[in-house]
């Protein structure tokens, strides 16, 4: 059967953690050694301080149905946080902000709003090679085509624009920019924004920028799409989106709550689509989310923790750390072999960079050949993981 003829979920193979249970089913860890689990970008930092009393003071909102778009503080809480932190003159939280039950919903659901799957020529969703594998998922389900822009060593893992023909931005619907990149550490720099709104305007395509990770970095705070709209005079964020999420910056994966924000038609689209998939975050739990957003005393602890752990790793390691995120993007000539070897001999689990990567039309692979790890166990956890990797034989 051709491949678009099949139900479009039957076309994504396995999720990269799927298919690491998969290759581990036949090792085991060397029973010696304690467990380091550098696989999932999952922090594992004490609790912000405010979190628990939050939660039990705005308890008996758990027996109330919570608005799709977010009830306010929330909202308005990510609108102010957007100002402060990007020097944004204005964020309207009824109309440029939404809620989301953290990133991967709204990454993933985005697709839909914004993908026409019966246009003449089938759309295409640009992304980078190697991801976060929700883009390509995204991208299928939506009954697009993902377009691979290989981040490669030689162009310090910039996804490249200008090597994309004409004819390939005419058949874009939207492109996804993750900055600070997870895997490789990468981040866009104003003019890198500033040339992809250009394409955008002349191309007829929109942006969707996952800044995840841009409260985790190594010198300077990351500049955000919103931020360099705004210098362009762009004060409506036309064809821009943002995602956020506290996952990441305030150590709170397992509140699941995250933002959308940026151009209010979008907006406006995206919220149709979400007040049908019925994703709204109980009403305590944005309590919890709204005093995060306005909290940036835990933020900057974990920022210093996050530095000192990437500056452990590469003492031990050698090399330089990445100018953002906590993960770690290393060279392996066999990343499948060097996987399951960290965890039979050092109990180690890390991540193939091919599993976050996927096949070119030339059958290539630009996460092949490196391992990812995680660190997010704290700073003694991080030269521990750097000494054992070390130790690992192929």
Not at 310 to 339: I, M, N, Q
Request: proline share 7%; aromatic share 10%.
């Amino acid at each position: 059967m051709d491949k678009h003829s099949q139900p479009l979920l039957n076309q994504l193979g396995a999720y990269p953690f799927e298919r690491l249970k998969k290759l581990f089913a036949n090792s085991t860890p060397n029973p010696a050694l304690a467990h380091i689990d550098a696989g999932a970008g999952e922090p594992r930092l004490p609790l912000p301080p405010f979190v628990q009393e939050t939660l039990l003071t705005n308890i008996a909102g758990f027996s109330k149905y919570p608005a799709t778009r977010g009830n306010a503080p929330l909202p308005q809480a990510i609108a102010t946080w957007l100002e402060q932190r990007f020097g944004l003159h204005h964020v309207d939280a009824q109309t440029q902000v939404l809620t989301a039950n953290g990133t991967r919903e709204a990454l993933f659901a985005i697709a839909h709003a914004l993908v026409n799957p019966i246009s003449v020529n089938k759309p295409l969703v640009m992304m980078p090679n190697p991801m976060y594998q929700i883009y390509y998922g995204a991208a299928i389900t939506a009954g697009a085509e993902p377009y691979l822009m290989p981040c490669l060593a030689e162009d310090d893992f910039e996804p490249v624009l200008e090597s994309i023909a004409p004819e390939v931005w005419q058949q874009t619907a939207f492109i996804y920019v993750c900055s600070p990149s997870n895997p490789t550490g990468w981040i866009a720099n104003q003019a890198y924004y500033s040339r992809l709104l250009e394409l955008a305007d002349q191309y007829d395509f929109y942006i969707v920028a996952d800044e995840c990770y841009s409260e985790i970095y190594s010198q300077r705070p990351p500049i955000g799409l919103l931020e360099v709209a705004q210098q362009l005079g762009r004060t409506d964020y036309a064809r821009c989106l943002v995602m956020n999420s506290l996952s990441k910056r305030s150590a709170l994966p397992g509140l699941r709550s995250g933002l959308i924000a940026g151009d209010a038609a979008l907006i406006a689209r995206f919220a149709k689509l979400r007040s049908y998939t019925g994703a709204a975050t109980p009403l305590p739990l944005q309590h919890v989310a709204a005093a995060a957003w306005l909290d940036e005393r835990h933020v900057q602890r974990h920022l210093q923790i996050y530095r000192d752990s990437l500056t452990a790793f590469f003492d031990v390691w050698g090399g330089a750390a990445p100018k953002g995120s906590f993960f770690v993007w290393l060279p392996a000539e066999d990343d499948e072999a060097f996987a399951i070897a960290a965890y039979e001999q050092q109990a180690i689990t890390i991540l193939p960079g091919s599993y976050l990567g996927a096949d070119d039309s030339d059958g290539r692979n630009a996460g092949r050949g490196y391992i990812r790890a995680a660190l997010v166990d704290g700073i003694e956890k991080a030269a521990e993981l750097a000494e054992r990797l070390k130790k690992v034989r192929v």
